[in-house]
């Protein structure tokens, strides 16, 4: 059974978030996206990540993951050179998730993301 796409809330601030269960749903939905917070877990970071740069649209890619072996995270940097991508990981991540939507929300305003 195919499950439906659904919306999420994240920590205690009003903010919903658009979860997709394919990345191609999510760019064919929000054309005009062009950043994208990845949620995926350690396992599915790295794989998630290069797909997600495959898309010409998304220019920013905030990963929430840590622990990426160092050999993986060469490589998403290296594509992400190559495709002008940038990247928010381990060593620049915000720690506090609040303050992130937060300045997220600051950037796109009332629109839904």
Do not use: C
């Not at 054309?31 to 649209?57: C, G, H, I, K, N």
């Not at 998730?97 to 839904?112: H, I, P, R």
């Amino acid at each position: 059974m195919k499950q439906k796409n659904k919306y999420i809330t994240l920590y205690h601030i009003s903010l919903f978030v658009k979860v997709y269960k394919s990345m191609e749903d999510a760019m064919k939905k929000h054309p005009e996206a062009d950043v994208m917070v990845s949620f995926a877990s350690l396992r599915s970071a790295y794989e998630s990540t290069l797909e997600a740069m495959e898309y010409p649209q998304i220019k920013t890619i905030a990963i929430i993951a840590e622990g990426i072996p160092e050999n993986m995270t060469r490589k998403i940097i290296k594509v992400a050179d190559r495709k002008n991508v940038t990247i928010i990981g381990e060593e620049g991540k915000i720690q506090n998730y609040v303050a992130f939507f937060s300045l997220l929300w600051e950037l796109v305003g009332e629109k839904e993301i």
